[in-house]
């Protein structure tokens, strides 16, 4: 008997609590999964580094031994200012020096992914005056990059996956929720095939150092908005028409992300993907929805109001001046 109770009294907490408590398992599902991340990561990629930097000091170690007259210090002081010029985009290498990083394409490109929030990083602003712009640009710039997408993106859904969904749930008697989940498989297969697969056989047929796989993540990288830099396009020596080649680039990161974004919104809508969101979600008390719905009517009567006296003012308006009447007396004189 007392187990029994204080069974039914765990479940009830539990339900009481669901929310919580599928809130609690998604910030440790999430920090699991950054750690798992990092783990991968560090057993993957850590291999390499030590390959490269055992490189650099066989290499470094050759080149003081070829040239006695130059010091080890000489040649870090060397290294290290090719390095920091590095980090602003400019190199010393011959096959390199043909390529500017400030002209109008090149700054188009760069302002694309500052708005975007990309951000590869292979070209910063050199002085303090850039930097104090780029900040100001994009301080204005984010919040209307977003505003700019948003409306962008609520047209679009409208008639890529609204009205289709709902033509096929109405002409055709389908299930809406089947539909629905058909429509975004399918939309979500043309997009990775025209913003992804077609894209990467692209760059890989013009990036002469790249394979399908780098221009498969570049493309990748890029409308994800996470932006490593380490694969950048156009930076090649000689590119033949680069200008071009930037604008085509930077038209086509914009309509990527707007693909992704709709794509997104349409798996958004999906019921399914909505009941499980709201797992995770604080449940409004029933006071506060009682509330809302009184202010929704509250609301709504005021605009009807609004609307039904908009036209009797207009009609005022319309009207000739019209003296005050004056007053009439009792015995039907008017006063003077």
């Known amino acids: 008997m007392l187990q029994s109770l204080a069974g039914s009294s765990c479940v009830r907490l ?99 992914t500052v708005l975007s929030t990309t951000g590869y990083g292979h070209t910063v602003p ?33 008639h890529v996956t609204r009205r289709p969904v709902l033509y096929f749930h109405v002409r055709w008697g389908f299930s809406k929720q089947v539909v629905a989940i058909v429509h975004a498989v399918l939309l979500g297969f043309v997009t990775v095939s025209c913003f992804f697969f077609i894209p990467a056989a692209v760059f890989s047929i013009l990036e002469d150092d790249w394979n399908f796989l780098e221009s498969f993540y570049f493309c990748f990288i890029s409308l994800s908005t996470i932006g490593l830099g380490d694969y950048v ?31 997104l919104e349409t798996f958004c809508e999906l019921h399914e ?34 609307q039904a006296a908009g036209p009797k003012e207009d009609r005022r308006q319309d009207e000739p001046f019209v003296g005050p009447q004056s007053s009439a007396h009792p015995d039907g004189s008017t006063g003077n």
């Open 233 to 263: 396009p156009g930076e090649g020596y000689n590119q033949k028409f680069r200008e071009l080649y930037k604008i085509g680039i930077t038209c086509y990161l914009l309509l990527g992300l707007i693909a992704m974004l709709v794509v």
């Open 126 to 158: 050199l002085s303090d005056g850039g930097k104090a712009f780029c900040i100001i640009y994009s301080v204005i710039g984010i919040p209307f990059t977003l505003l700019f997408l948003t409306a962008v993106v609520q047209r679009v859904t409208i």
């Open 14 to 112: 539990v339900e009481r609590h669901r929310s919580a408590w599928c809130f609690g398992f998604l910030v440790l599902g999430y920090l699991l999964y950054l750690v798992f991340g990092a783990v991968v990561f560090s057993s993957v990629e850590l291999p390499y580094e030590d390959l490269l930097r055992q490189e650099l000091r066989k290499l470094k170690r050759r080149f003081l031994e070829e040239h006695e007259c130059l010091s080890e210090q000489q040649l870090e002081q060397f290294l290290g200012r090719v390095l920091e010029a590095s980090n602003y985009g400019v190199s010393v290498l011959s096959n390199a020096s043909g390529n500017w990083n400030w002209d109008f394409t090149s700054a188009l490109f760069f302002a694309s």
């Open 273 to 306: 993907l909505k009941k499980f969101r709201k797992m995770f979600y604080v449940k409004k008390d029933k006071d506060e929805d009682r509330v809302h719905i009184i202010e929704h009517d509250q609301l709504s009567f005021s605009s009807i109001t609004d």
